[in-house]
């Protein structure tokens, strides 16, 4: 074996040693959902058991878990619906219709992602219980549709601006609306770039926490309000049945970016880096 | 920021009209944004407490500052911005030197990579509050958690961190789930080096650290300043990793900014006082922002670009 | 898109048809105390009676309960329909109209108030969830506070108990019998920062020594000498006698020591003999009245756990209903046959104090009984107070100034800081807080 091939291998063992240490705690927390309540406090930690699903059952499909992650499914989808039905137009605009406030407005939006949340949520707070907001998904709705738009201007002007114009031209010359520019032209197009976008707006809202406990109380609360508070219900024993609700809550979202590892660069530096 | 954006293009006049068609989106992002922020800064002069009914009024021009005066008056208040700051910059600064190293490491064929990177950017996917529980109460637990097996077998004492070292528990943490966003930025940027530069440096003789130093440290500035710049603005809102680890404790160890705009609102209902608070979180944000492009820009300067 | 439209309707209606052949849901919000999981693990025995009502429970730790259901009522949000609250909370929302009269719904609906007997309640507990003779919320349960102590660590040291001691003789006790080098704290007293946490059993000694949070305009009187003394009692006594990491020490912690044996005595509430019974400790374990200072007032607190009705609900026949089941005389002959009769829920019927079985399985009961009587919320302290209250202050400010000094003493007892500087800022900030609020 020559001295690069070994040099490879040592690389290829000491990162992936690093990788496995920092995956670590989320192989902890799938292991710990299928011990038993007595196995999962057991000390020192069991590293072999008989594995269970009671936890599974107990506390995802028979507790409120499904109940939560469909207030998560629901609000996450319609708010990314939301962003994109507002955003590609817009896009659209800022791609095809530069003018000399289009750099401006785009850095404006930008900036609006920068507001801290922290700072809105008070009048936030008011202005959805003045309209009859607090606790129902169409306000958490609503919220992330926002908090999501610039991220979707961004990234889908980036990706318009790769669609060379001579394809929009060709079909203004057969008499396009703007209607079949949009779904005739730019959608087949933009279906790689799209998907990206609102996979990252739905990894965005999915995890979100601090708008959802704030805005929400128990109807339309999200699976992180619920994980958020999980223990305060619970006995004595609750690590494991908490492990399952917890990697319940975190799977699709794990499966979702691990498929999309590529598009999550561009997307978490809003197209800055392509 | 991509440069297409800077060149404007020439289009047909057809349908000038449709560059409106952006509107809808600026008059959403206006409505939702600028009119909280608008009354964030009114509530902020008022003396509103959601527990006394009528109390929504304006503080009158003598006293319209107090909710500020009191801020500033409070010991707490300098303790929380130095926690905000302090966890700000530790996370900001350990995540860079991991997810650098991480970045390099992944940045050479070898077998077995793309699992690597697929388990290294694991950690950023996690919901944030599914982090903490995990870490609470499966890895930190003082006594059955996987830290107290580790001292014990290292012979050590047994320590609940989380109490011990509340502040930098929650670092680490945070620092955990942030390493692989630096990494990932980093990453397509090693990527995005040319090979042809590489070997021309190499030509001339320079050694892995020189090459690091000269070539790829210059290439990868970009990369660094977006991703330094975007962690900064997220990790000041840290907010469920404290509300599910520390609740803010203890004492007032670990509260941020936004950990206690949630406690004066939701746990005081003090409506004026947290819209004054509300209006600081904005302040240091934009602060930060206007300060790391001055520190990018002084750099940028005594390298002579 | 007809495909995407055909989807919509489908969901719609859908929705609609969920909506339609729904029962009635009524949302719970209720505490992570040993009770309510009890009440919550028996409440299917409702649903099964009342098959029309389906009960949806949000479990929270006492904070974060009292956050959302302040919220919630407070603006009028309307997410719970039945909120557990606390002695502090149910006149104060009864008065400003957050609540419903539970007088006026046992008129409305006799049917589920039959046989319930508001007569039997604890007269001392029903006084204090009324407001201008109306009841505004029923109670879980209800508890005073006194001492426990391990009967064997004091007999081995050759020690008695008072029946009712003084503070003094209480810490003579605890750093007689303190052995930390064997694991036995000599007390235990909670010291985690949190107005109902540290601030009620403290706030029972600042009684006692005579001080008081307000005078009865609302001014507050902390950086006072009976303050001072107050805090640097308690203070010493945790520092020389009390739990390492007493900072972190509340009820559940306090519990867990003296249930294992590991702590000699324990002044909290009356609720917790309940549990010690039943624990590795339990039959070391005696009971005396809460200590006594120079003062004798205040010196035992007074609280309760209860349900209410949100006015804002819309669901309040069957929140009502559920109301009268789980504070009724047949649940506690329920928890009583499933569970034993030491674990009922305490002080809130006249009729459990009168169950042979109960006295039987609860020795310390008729004890219990007396101090619930004995605690008087309208003259707990020296001089006259702003409001009521014993271990709290009846004035919306009371929570966040409580949350602040609570925090301050918190300082205080890890001895980051001396007890005259920490008051003297307790009382700025309570100054402050009750200046902007309009008192003075």
Redesign the interface.
């Known amino acids: 074996m020559s001295r690069k091939r070994l040099g490879t291998l040592a690389w290829a063992a000491g990162t992936l040693l690093v990788a496995f240490t920092m995956f670590f705690p989320i192989l902890w927390m799938v292991l710990t959902s299928f011990k038993t309540e007595n196995d999962a406090i057991a000390f020192p930690p069991k590293w072999f058991f008989t594995p269970t699903f009671e936890n599974w059952r107990v506390a995802v499909f028979g507790g409120p878990v499904l109940e939560f992650m469909g207030n998560t499914v629901w609000i996450t989808v319609a708010s990314t619906l939301l962003a994109l039905a507002l955003g590609f137009p817009a896009a659209y605009a800022m791609a095809y219709y530069r003018t000399k406030r289009t750099d401006g407005s785009m850095l404006w939006m930008m900036s609006t992602r920068m507001l801290p949340p922290a700072g809105v949520i008070v009048p936030l707070f008011v202005i959805f219980r003045d309209l009859s907001l607090l606790d129902t998904h169409l306000g958490l709705i609503l919220l992330f549709a926002g908090m999501n738009l610039p991220l979707v201007v961004w990234m889908v002007t980036g990706f318009m601006e790769d669609v060379p114009f001579a394809l929009i031209e060709a079909a203004r010359l057969d008499g396009a609306t703007l209607w079949q520019e949009f779904t005739r032209v730019l959608l087949p197009l933009l279906v790689p770039g799209l998907a990206a976008t609102a996979l990252l707006a739905l990894i965005f809202t999915w995890n979100e926490f601090f708008f959802a406990v704030n805005l929400t109380t128990r109807a339309a609360s999200p699976l992180s309000v619920y994980v958020s508070t999980f223990k305060a219900a619970q006995g004595d024993l609750f690590v494991a049945k908490m492990s399952a609700a917890a990697t319940a809550s975190v799977i699709p979202v794990l499966i979702a970016g691990w498929i999309a590892q590529r598009q999550l660069v561009t997307g978490l530096t809003m197209g800055a880096v392509k | 920021m991509t440069t297409s954006m800077i060149q404007p293009k020439r289009r047909r006049r057809i349908g000038e009209g449709r560059r409106f068609l952006s509107a809808p989106a600026i008059v959403y992002l206006i409505l939702l944004t600028q009119i909280p922020f608008a009354l964030t800064i009114y509530y902020s002069f008022t003396n509103w407490n959601l527990l006394r009914p009528g109390s929504a009024g304006f503080l009158g021009i003598g006293s319209m500052f107090r909710n500020y005066q009191r801020i500033l008056q409070n010991p707490d208040f300098w303790q929380v911005l130095t926690n905000t700051v302090v966890l700000t910059l530790s996370v900001v600064l350990v995540t860079f030197v991991l997810g650098m190293a991480f970045a390099l490491l992944l940045n050479r064929p070898f077998p077995g990579r793309t699992l690597a990177r697929t388990l290294l950017i694991s950690p950023f996917l996690m919901m944030p509050v599914a982090s903490a529980v995990v870490w609470k109460y499966l890895l930190l637990d003082p006594a059955f958690g996987l830290s107290a097996w580790v001292s014990r077998t290292l012979g050590l004492p047994a320590v609940y961190l989380v109490e011990r070292a509340p502040l930098a528990s929650i670092i680490g943490i945070v620092s955990w789930q942030w390493t692989p966003f630096v990494m990932l930025i980093l990453l397509a940027g090693l990527q995005s080096l040319p090979e042809d530069v590489v070997e021309a440096a190499r030509l001339d003789g320079a050694g892995p650290l020189g090459l690091f130093r000269f070539v790829t440290l210059p290439h990868l500035r970009r990369f660094i300043e977006i991703a330094l710049l975007l962690e900064i603005i997220f990790v000041l809102n840290v907010f469920g990793e404290i509300f599910v680890i520390t609740s803010g404790g203890p004492g007032i160890q670990t509260t941020n900014l936004p950990y206690q705009i949630f406690l004066e609102a939701f746990s005081r209902w003090n409506i004026g006082r947290a819209s004054a608070y509300g209006i600081f979180a904005i302040v240091l944000a934009n602060l930060a922002v206007i300060l790391f492009l001055q520190v990018v820009r002084r750099a940028r300067q005594e390298e002579g670009r | 898109m007809p495909r995407l439209r055909t989807l919509f309707v489908a969901l719609a209606a859908l929705i609609a048809l969920g909506l339609a052949s729904a029962q009635t849901v009524v ?1 719970i ?1 209720t505490v ?1 105390n040993p009770d309510m ?1 009890v009440m919550q693990e028996l409440s299917a025995r409702f649903e099964a009676e009342n098959p029309d009502v389906r009960l ?6 006492e ?2 309960l ?3 259901a ?3 009522a ?4 309307a ?2 329909d039945i909120v557990t609250i606390g002695a502090y909370e149910t006149p104060m929302w009864g008065a ?1 109209g957050w609540l419903k009269s539970l007088d006026e719904l046992a008129a409305q609906y006799p049917d589920a108030a039959e046989g319930y007997d508001f007569d039997d309640l604890l007269p001392a507990i029903a006084d204090g969830l009324s407001y201008d003779g109306e009841l505004f919320a029923v109670p879980f349960y209800g508890e005073s506070s006194f001492t426990m102590y391990n009967k064997r660590i004091l007999d081995e040291a050759g020690l008695t108990m008072p029946d009712q001691p003084t503070w003094e003789q209480i810490a003579e006790i605890a750093c007689a019998v303190h052995d930390p080098a064997n694991g036995i704290t000599g007390i235990a007293l909670r010291g985690k ?1 949190g107005w109902g946490d540290n601030m009620a059993p403290i706030t029972t000694v600042i009684n006692t020594f005579g001080g008081q949070w307000f005078d009865a305009e609302g001014v507050p009187q902390i950086d006072t000498p009976e303050w001072n003394a107050a805090i640097s009692f308690y203070a010493d006594l945790v520092q020389r006698c009390g739990p390492a ?1 007493v ?2 020490v509340s009820f559940p912690e306090a519990l867990a020591l003296m249930s294992q044996g590991r702590a000699a005595m324990w002044v909290d509430a009356t609720v917790a003999a309940g549990f010690l019974a039943n624990s590795p400790a339990g039959p070391d374990i005696a009971h005396a009245l809460a200590p006594v200072g120079p003062v004798a007032k205040g010196n035992q607190w007074l609280w309760s756990w209860n349900l209410a009705i949100p006015a804002t609900t819309d669901k309040t026949e069957a929140a009502f209903r559920f109301l009268m089941w789980a504070t009724s005389k047949d649940y506690i002959e329920l928890v009583a046959a499933e569970k034993g009769w030491a674990g009922v829920p305490p002080g809130t019927r006249i009729s459990t104090y009168e169950r042979a079985e109960y006295l039987a399985a609860a020795p310390f009961a008729p004890m219990v009984l007396g101090a619930i009587q004995a605690a008087d919320p309208l003259d707990a302290t020296a001089n006259p107070q702003i409001a009521p209250g014993v271990q709290f202050v009846q004035i ?1 400010e009371f ?2 100034i409580g ?1 602040d000094v609570a ?1 301050i003493i ?2 205080i007892l890890a001895g980051n800081v001396d007890v005259a500087t920490g008051l003297q ?1 307790a009382q700025r ?1 309570a100054a ?1 807080a009750m200046q ?2 309009g008192y003075y």
């Open positions: 949302t919000a992570n999981v949806n429970w949000l479990v929270l730790d904070g974060t009292r956050s959302r302040t919220t919630d407070a603006t009028g949000a997410s719970f400003i920062p990491g900072t972190g919306p929570q966040g949350s925090q918190a300082e800022r900030l402050e902007d609020a």
